[in-house]
């Protein structure tokens, strides 16, 4: 097999080509995140109902992703990935024009359907396309560009917002998806080490079975569930928060607090990198550990220890998310496209079901109710990993 080696020409164009992907990604799924308690106020909804916004988005690219890897298999890794980016551009634009509720969130449902042909592909890319002692470090690099593109989606939807309206902010940020995108079919190379093949259901089907035949896998598989859906809890009804007294933010303050996501962005390579040399499992144990540390941090009044407790968090859940990708992938064997759907699937049904719990905490207990329900989920994590990395 010939590998994209470190150093290269061709490793530049293809790294930056999957930094975009992440971006748009993560930009266009929760651009709407900080918008929702306008939802909630213009379309008169709960905050468990303006949530939707986010978990129809998440929810159908759970179940999508588990179509995309084998439609992968069959037209090609970048053809699918070229084609889901202009879609979710496309989709992005109509959404700014929305005439109601209802279409707001049908139209997020269809974006949800799209954008699923980027994610489960993207990491099946990097493993069969790249030098295999890069992977953590080129894992790290999408990771950060998913980081990156949920930070500049939040800031440009609270600036936009504040100075026009959230159509003009979706609208803006959907064309930004539609510039990438194109940049991305430019840059990314060809795949070389997959070939494409006939799909057969019996051959997906018996794909998926030896998968879950595999029973550490598929506990280590659940990590997406229990990350994600911690992550998202907690961002869903932080904009909650800050809107509130005492602190009443401007839309533009609360988008600007989401450049955060930068701790992402370096985490997801440091921790890359460290699990590399560390071991997988110890680095993703520690990255739960400081998740839950800024979690804790966030429940002091001061708005400064807030946004402390939100980097140290982000810090976590990115470094935890790029090295549970690359675990995933690396323990499938020949399955790795089906290993990814299936750890994505896991992953936006976190994000879809305990995103939307936390507003039932929210509503209840406020916002100690969140950081409780997030606390629970990231100690759920341990066991799962103690038991995923027995030989």
Known sequence: MSYIQQGT???KFASLALFF???????????VQPLL??????????ASVASLAVS???GLLAVCL??????SDRFGRKRVMVLSMFMTAAIGLLTAISPGFVTLLLLRALLGVVVAGVPAIAMTYVVEEFDPSVLGTVMGLYIAGSSLGGMSGRLLAGLFTDLFDWRMALGAIGLLALILSVLFMIFLPNPQNSAGHTLAPREMISNYTDLFSNKRLIVLISLGFILMGGFIALYNYFAFVLMEPPYELSQSFIGAIYIVYLAGTFSSIYMGRKADFFGKPAMIQVSIAIMALGGLFTLTPPLTMKIIGIIIFTFGFFGAH??????????AGHHRAQASSL?????????????????FFWSSFHWVGVISFVLVLMAFAYPVIWYAKKE
Do not use: H, Q
């Open 37 to 46: 308690p306008i939802f909630a106020n213009d379309f008169g909804v709960s």
């Open 66 to 71: 588990l179509v995309a890897a084998p439609l």
């Open 21 to 31: 992907a992440g971006l748009v990604t993560f930009a266009a799924i929760y651009t």
């Open 343 to 359: 750890y994505l699937l896991a992953y936006y049904l976190g994000s879809s079901i305990a995103g939307t719990i936390g507003g």
């Open 56 to 58: 129809f988005t998440t």
């Open 9 to 11: 020409k061709t490793y």
């Open 322 to 331: 790029s090295i549970a990708s690359a675990w995933v992938n690396e323990k």
